[in-house]
T-cell receptor, first 116, second 113 residues
Framework: SAVISQKPSRDICQRGTSLTIQCQVD?????MFWYRQQPGQSLTLIAT?????????ESGFVIDKFPISRPNLTFSTLTVSNMSPEDSSIYLC?????????????FGPGTRLTVT | QKEVEQNSGPLSVPEGAIASLNCTYS??????FFWYRQYSGKSPELIMF????GDKEDGRFTAQLNKASQYVSLLIRDSQPSDSATYLC?????????????FGQGTILTVHP
């Protein structure tokens, strides 16, 4: 499987500011995703990060709030814009890994964001 | 709306027992099924995936899939205190939704010595 890293691992931010989270993979992968895990909740998919084109957002998530970049097959960023306390969550990137025709999805270590 | 439901927890089992975790899903077109383990403060760790009806075994873990009943389960044999974690069931629809996972709410498992 791929080794995934995220930066920063955690941050405390003021409301109204923006934070960019980086996700780096040690191998080229076709599919990368961004998820959010709110306190005490399960994971919710924010968007699919498409290489060379605009990200595909899930219902309830918009590009103005969560702009995503995917400049190559090993790197992606998620920006949380104009933050409010409701954005306090763990943000996770994931990659899809193909092994002998079967697809598995692995998660990075996550970025714990607190908005004050 | 695609939904994934897990049996409500928390689930508490004694060390050495079998822990049974259950999951149902609403989208009959779902094709891929995953079980993740998440320790407190950590990210989800993939422990099992299954695509075909029947059982799939890996060490102490067995995943069971019944597409007709839209049901997937995870059995943990000889449970250990280190198995104490939240277990997340995730489902992928395949096709154009391939790779997009819908997660259940998770089941907290506690294995007591």
């Amino acid at each position: 499987s791929a080794v995934i890293s995220q930066k920063p691992s955690r941050d405390i931010c003021q409301r109204g500011t923006s934070l960019t989270i980086q996700c780096q993979v040690d191998s080229q992968v076709t599919m990368m995703f961004w998820y959010r895990q709110q306190p005490g909740q399960s994971l919710t998919l924010i968007a699919t990060a498409n290489q060379g084109s605009e990200a595909t957002y899930e219902s309830g998530f918009v590009i103005d709030k969560f702009p995503i970049s995917r400049p190559n097959l090993t790197f992606s960023t998620l920006t949380v814009s104009n933050m409010s306390p409701e954005d306090s969550s763990i943000y996770l990137c994931s990659v899809e890994w193909a092994d002998r025709g079967l697809y598995e999805q692995y998660f990075g270590p996550g970025t714990r964001l607190t908005v004050t | 709306q695609k939904e994934v439901e897990q049996n409500s927890g928390p689930l508490s089992v004694p060390e050495g027992a079998i822990a049974s975790l259950n999951c149902t899903y609403s989208d009959r077109g779902s094709q891929s099924f995953f079980w993740y383990r998440q320790y407190s403060g950590k990210s989800p760790e993939l422990i099992m995936f299954i695509y075909s009806n029947g059982d799939k075994e890996d060490g102490r873990f067995t995943a069971q899939l019944n597409k007709a009943s839209q049901y997937v389960s995870l059995l943990i044999r000889d449970s250990q205190p280190s198995d104490s974690a939240t277990y997340l069931c995730a489902v992928s629809a395949g096709g154009t939704s391939y790779g997009k996972l819908t997660f259940g709410q998770g089941t907290i498992l506690t294995v007591h010595p």
